[in-house]
Structures are given as C-alpha cells and as structure tokens.
C-alpha cells in the first residue's frame, strides 16, 4: 500500500448534538443538523467524512447535495457507517437487512465507495461467537451480492461484540475482495484485545477503515458494558501515538477516523475533535 493515511472523524463523535446520550452522558444544548457536521469536517479540513446513517435522512432531497457539495468544495471522502446501535443484534435483527439495503442504494446513487456495518454490539459479546456467524453470514452475504454490482466496499466494525481475530476469521470466510474490517481500536481494548499487537500483526489489506478513539480503563468498569470514557488522543490506554507509527511504518494509506464518546471530566467534543484530527494529522 503507498501514500498517505487519510485522517478523518466520524459523525458519532457529537451523537449528543444529534440529541442521542449515553448512560454516562448529559444531554448538550446544541442541536446539529448534517450540514454542520460537514462545516466542521471542511474546518479542520478533514479528508474523510465517516457519516453515521442515522445522521441523515435519505428522503429529504438535501442530504444529497450536502454530501455532494463537501466533496466538491474539498475533494473529501464519504464513509456511510450503518448499524447503530446495534446493527443486526446479532444475527437476530434479521428485519434490519431492509434498512441495510436502503443505504447501501444510497451509497451506490452517490458513488459512495465503503460503507461500514455492525453486527451488534458490546450486550452480545459473551454470546457464542461461532452461532452468532452462523445467523450473520446470509445476511452479510445478502448485502455484499449487491455491494458487487454497485460497486461498493463493506467493512465489519468490531463494535465491542466480538475480539478482533473472531471477526477477521469470519471475514475471510467469504472470500471477497470487497469485504474487510473497520477496525476500532477502542472497541478492541474494552473485550480485551491489544491494540498494538493487532496493528502489528493484522493483515492490513483488509483493513479498510480505521476508528481511533484514546480512551482510559477505569477499576470497575472492566467489562465491554463498562465505562471506557475518552480522553485527549495520546493520554488514554489506547496510545494512539504509538498505534500511528505502526500504521505509518506499515504505509497504511486507508481512512484513520476520530471517534469520541462518553468524555472525561470537563472535556467538550468541539475542542477534543480538533485536537484528535491534529494530533492524527501530525503522526500520520
């Protein structure tokens, strides 16, 4: 792989401005809508625009021409990242494969190239992983067939429901170029997993996007369900310093995305993103 690592952020990271909390968090006063999102894209000068699906509505005739408009003002990435909160549940939110559907045609109108997907979330992590591919692999299947023709990739996230190497193993199962991971790096930490060892050792080829979040472990809160609140980039458990010169040193040149979530102490997410997109910036 030669280039450079796009740097980017994930809509995700002001979930509360789209009037979602968490059980850790407060809700905020300020309201944004897609566009704003992408004015803070354009203000940091971000090359990717990872867009949570449930961020934009696909009916009204706008969320096009946003998409098309940041693209063309700044020669940016859109990634649509689909599933949130908790995707297929498993393989037991087999009516989701409707709306899976929608947004992979939408991603195909816009020539969009990835779209990322979840198969659940971190409640699913001590069931068995093997029945749950089992329920996952027609859906997964279903949507790559017409992922084909349109001529758009699918990445997995590990959403913190399954360690890193089970999902690469059910990835490779397909045999097909255009399925890879998304790989969060914070999500791998919660179920246990190293960060640095998977980015030394991961086929990075079939990494098609990363999610970088610095966060901290906290006594009690152990457990994938926990607490793993996030802190500036380069002070959590995480170390994304470190995670950046492996990627370096390995000429990763896909999408490095800034996810926050539930922040420490007085942290606000305008300043803690435009700081991450920096530090990213500066270590790439």
């Known amino acids: 792989m030669a280039g450079a690592m796009k740097i980017g952020i994930d809509s995700y990271s002001f979930h509360r401005f789209f009037h979602e909390t968490t059980v850790w968090e407060k809700p905020t006063t300020i309201e944004w809508e897609t566009a704003d999102f992408f004015g803070f894209c354009e203000s940091v000068n971000a090359d ?18 946003e998409i098309d408009c940041w693209r063309e003002a700044t020669g940016g990435d859109v990634v649509l990242t689909w599933g949130h909160p908790n995707g297929f549940n498993g393989g037991r939110n087999r009516e989701r494969l409707e709306n899976a559907e ?21 409640n699913n992590f001590l069931e068995s992983p093997h029945k749950r591919f089992e329920s996952l692999q027609p859906l997964v299947k279903h949507l790559l067939d017409r992922a084909a023709e349109l001529q758009v990739r699918i990445s997995i996230e590990n959403h913190a429901d399954f360690h890193v190497a089970d999902l690469i193993e059910f990835i490779y199962s397909f ?18 997993d190293d960060p640095i060892l998977i980015l030394e050792q991961a086929d990075l080829d079939k990494v098609f996007m990363i999610q970088m979040k610095e966060i901290i472990k906290v006594e009690g809160h152990e457990a994938a369900t926990g ?45 803690v993103a435009r700081d991450a997109v920096q530090f990213l910036r500066l270590h790439a």
């Open 175 to 192: 045999e097909a170029s255009h399925l890879g991971l998304c790989l969060d790096l914070g999500n791998a930490l919660r179920v246990g």
């Open 102 to 122: 929608l947004y992979l045609e939408f991603a195909g109108m816009l020539g969009i190239r990835e779209m990322r997907i979840v198969c659940g979330n971190h």
């Open 48 to 65: 990717v625009a990872s867009l949570q699906t449930i961020h934009i509505d696909i009916k009204r005739a706008a969320s096009d021409r």
């Open 227 to 271: 607490w793993w609140p996030t802190v500036k980039f380069g002070s959590g458990d995480v170390h994304v310093d470190k995670c950046m010169k492996i990627l370096k040193s390995r000429n990763y040149a896909q999408p490095v995305v800034v996810e926050l979530s539930n922040l420490f102490g007085n942290f606000e997410e305008l300043e």
